[in-house]
């Protein structure tokens, strides 16, 4: 979700009756991928017990570049660590088999890894390479790409060619984010988490399992995770808020995020009570 910010901005992430997942059975074997990149939020989307594998769909790095402009060049390196989760042998993986790397879609960011292929003999496979992170000349060089909150995104995706029965369901992305240097501490953020009324600050959030069912809920049932941005800037912002859960839990029903304006500045939970309780209009990313 991305927002200009003009005055303040409330996201409040409604959490319905939080539920464990149990593992599922996985048939082929698949590759799993993990990184390691000083500097990135890491956010690993996707369900680690998806049906038919066990690995990770998506494994996002964001960066926060201060700066008025991208410079061309490298700008960092991630390392990626490679492996084989076994599965069940309905269909058989065949090895041996070669595990790429190749990047897709767009090319405003490259990335560049030193070893961009590995032979896979067995599910005992492990590997490793160092994955730079480039910036053309022609995105430095483009005003376009230079106003404050513009955005850099390069996938790399996992790849195995031809029929050899092996998941690469992992596709790595990279986001570098632009942000103006004097526009780092006039944004303030403050975070709530709350029951479903809004009444209290909830610290800490109490969780029990089921033993009958297994199923894991919270207390309260319905907790609000609220996030306040503050715009004290002289400018308009343009700020990124991304929300996931813990891989061992699942929202009860389809809930959305919603955001609320106000032009006061809200520092405290007992004024962003206040405020919803005049009963706002949220618009739901």
């Known amino acids: 979700m991305k927002r200009v910010i003009r005055k303040l901005v409330l996201a409040s992430l409604v959490l319905a009756t939080i539920f464990a997942m149990g ?28 049906q038919g594998t066990n690995a990770i ?28 989760k076994e599965g069940k042998a309905n269909p058989a993986t065949k090895y ?39 910036i053309p000349a022609s995105v430095a060089s483009d005003p376009a790409f230079q106003v404050d909150g513009a955005e850099l995104v390069a996938n790399l995706q996992l790849e195995v060619p031809g029929q050899r029965f092996l998941d690469t369901v992992t596709t790595i992305q990279v986001h570098l984010v632009l942000m103006h240097p004097g526009d780092v501490d006039c944004l303030i953020v403050r975070n709530f988490i709350t029951d479903n009324g809004i009444a209290g600050e909830v610290n800490p959030l109490s969780v029990s399992k089921s033993s009958g069912s297994g199923n894991v809920s919270s207390v309260p049932t319905n907790p ?32 959305a995020v919603k955001t609320f304006s106000s032009n006061s500045i809200i520092d405290e939970f007992l004024e962003a009570a206040t405020f919803f309780g005049t009963s706002p209009t949220g618009d739901p990313n």
């Open 96 to 134: 041996p088999l070669s595990l790429n790397l190749r990047q897709t879609g767009s090319a405003n960011l490259i990335l560049d890894p030193a070893i961009d292929s590995f032979p896979v003999g067995s599910s005992a496979f492990g590997g490793s390479t160092t994955v730079n992170i480039n």
């Open 23 to 50: 593992p599922s059975a996985w048939a082929k074997d698949a590759a799993v991928a993990a990184v390691t990149a000083p500097g990135a939020i890491v956010i690993q989307n996707g369900n680690h017990y998806a």
């Open 57 to 84: 769909g998506t494994i996002q790095l964001f960066y926060t570049v201060v700066a008025n402009q991208f410079a061309a060049g490298t700008f960092g390196s991630f390392t990626l660590d490679l492996s084989i």
């Open 224 to 255: 609000h995770y609220i996030v306040v941005a503050a715009n004290t800037c002289s400018l308009d912002q343009c700020i990124d808020a991304r929300f996931t859960l813990n891989s061992n839990f699942e929202l009860k029903g389809t809930q």
